[in-house]
């Protein structure tokens, strides 16, 4: 169900839509779980299950690695068990990895009224372009910005901004949908309407009230709501 939770005043028509990847277009827990699950059978520990992995899926190999090895990237051995780790997704990156109920629909939904869609995730490149063409959506996107496509990555607002670069509108004509605290932090620092994806990877204990959000939805569709016709 849509809520709108910030006050802020309409700054303009919404113009296009920008989403985060992990958690928030694309439901790729089951296979970062299984490269930690992976890693942990090098080391000779029984697998995690995917329900104590997925609310740790959208910070990638380090905050898997944290709550599946007990590791951060100052340990001893991590860059070991990352390499592990991004060799079997790499290899394995869309295996089951599908886009989330309803962000078809919503895409062709915004495709057809000639609005604007693109990805501004902090997945690095590597793994963003094969993931989304895997998908067949790498061509339809109208920016594809990654984790090292520039100098910082979200929270900054700087890959936001070089979104609004890439497609030609201001930040302010933008929605962005994401599933995390930093996406939230990064949509307000470029100066666009930052809505949360409920149905993503969140944790249980999380006061969305508190990200500073324009909005949340529990499904993408509910995205239109916020998108004058």
Known sequence: MLREVNSKPETGNVKAVLFDLDGTFADTAADLAAALNFVRASRDLPPLPLAVLRPQASHGSAGLLKIGMNVTPDSPGYNSLRDIFLDHYASHICINTNLFNGIKELVECLERRAIPWGIVTNKPHIYTLPLMQAL??????????????????????????????????????????????????????????????????????????????????????????????
């Not at 609004?164 to 666009?192: F, H, K, S, T, W």
């Not at 949360?196 to 969140?202: D, E, L, N, P, V």
């Open 136 to 229: 067949g959506y790498a061509e339809r996107a109208a920016c594809l910005v990654s984790g090292d496509t520039c100098a910082n990555a979200k929270p900054h607002p700087e890959p936001m901004l070089k979104a609004c670069e890439i497609i030609n509108v201001a930040p302010e004509n933008c929605l962005y949908l994401g599933d995390d605290l930093r996406d939230m932090q990064a949509a307000n620092a470029a100066n666009m309407r930052g809505v949360i994806a409920r149905y993503g990877y969140i944790s249980s204990d999380a006061i969305l009230e508190n990200w500073d959000a324009h909005a949340i939805i529990d499904h993408p569709v509910e995205l239109l709501g916020l998108i004058r016709a």
